[in-house]
């Protein structure tokens, strides 16, 4: 193992990842409890991409390797650790370092990799599946025949909340502004039905539900998709907000949840497991579980080298991905 490595670091926070690029940066050692993991593939999530210029609500100070989610085998471990040996196969994670060649994660955040998934799909599940967790189980508390409609349901989040509320038992229909991806969200998840949000989604959503409208709104969009969701949405419905990809925080007047009867929830899976770290834990534990035991399957839309790093963040930016882009150090 060599002293130095190639990481991607942000160096200056700037818009269209001016302040990015790849540099040889000196290979890190684990500390107590934390597991040193060569990287096989390292996913691409929206936060990572807020977090070059300083948008996201977790702001590390400059410079700092992004990668939330990665897939490798073990290295080096530092002083303490038990449970893991070198050269296992792993996946896990935390808020920064996975865009490189090597990564210092603490040993609680590891698992083995699910032997069912490669190293690029396993790193493609972490973050997606654990925010579709919290928001349709934690937060949504899901049901077997409930109708789940998932809006950006193409992209990384978006087909997580797909698949797994499939596997959870509900009624999904998926949302998308491409009758292209909607095609190909069709034949990997299988969807009860499709929606094209072009033009406006409201009426097709009640006539798909028999006038009820959707009993769980899974929204990562924001903007005008979360203005129409609220007039699409069953009495007693949850409405759970992911994020803003469109760029605009809307608002709600507060006599329409009165009036129809809905929750609107917010959701952010890894301040759900800081704040609640048991259930944190099982949250983490059922993902995993599920992956390993090929319940849930993580579509992985591209896999990139890590001097094609910007290539990799334009599929997320400019909603070109199905799935996930995974970098590949």
């Not at 890190?28 to 807020?50: Q, R, Y």
């Not at 990799?113 to 189980?137: D, I, N, W």
Request: net charge neutral; with cysteine; hydrophobic share 45%.
């Amino acid at each position: 193992m060599s002293s130095t490595m190639r990481a991607l670091v942000v160096e200056s926070l700037a818009p269209d990842y001016a302040g990015c690029a790849v540099r040889e940066v000196a290979t890190p050692t684990p500390g107590p409890g934390e597991v040193l993991v060569e990287v096989k593939a390292a996913s691409v999530n929206f936060p990572d991409l807020l977090m070059t210029r300083g948008e996201y609500q977790f702001k590390p100070p400059t410079p700092f390797t992004p990668g939330l989610d990665l897939a490798g085998e073990v290295a080096a471990l530092g002083q303490g650790v038990s449970g893991f040996s070198v050269g296992d196969a792993v996946v896990g994670g935390a808020r920064l370092g996975a865009f490189a060649q090597y990564a210092v994660v603490s040993a609680e955040a590891l698992k083995p990799k699910p032997e069912r998934l490669s190293f690029a799909q396993a790193a493609a599940y972490g973050a997606a599946y654990l925010t579709a967790y919290v928001a349709l189980v934690r937060r949504a508390r899901i049901e077997p025949g409930d109708w789940v409609l998932v809006h950006g349901a193409a992209g990384g989040v978006g087909l997580a909340a797909v698949d797994l509320a499939k596997a959870l038992g509900a009624r999904v229909i998926a949302a998308s502004a491409s009758d292209d991806k909607l095609a190909a969200i069709q034949a990997l998840y299988a969807p009860d039905a499709v929606v094209n949000v072009t033009g406006g989604f409201r009426d097709q959503v009640k006539a798909i539900t028999g006038g009820r409208g959707a009993d769980i709104i899974y929204d990562p969009v924001g903007g005008d998709v979360f203005d129409e969701s609220v007039r699409c949405i069953a009495f007693d419905g949850r409405l759970l907000v992911i994020g803003f990809t469109s760029g605009r925080i809307p608002t709600v007047s507060v006599n329409m949840p009165l009036i129809k009867g809905f929750s609107v929830m917010g959701v952010r899976a890894g301040e759900y497991g800081r704040q609640f770290p048991e259930k944190g834990r099982e949250n983490g534990e059922a993902v995993w579980r599920m992956a390993n035991e090929g319940v849930i399957s993580p579509h992985v839309h591209a896999q990139l080298p890590l001097e094609r790093w910007r290539e990799a963040f334009d599929l997320l930016a400019e909603r070109k991905v199905v799935g996930k882009a995974v970098i590949v150090p």
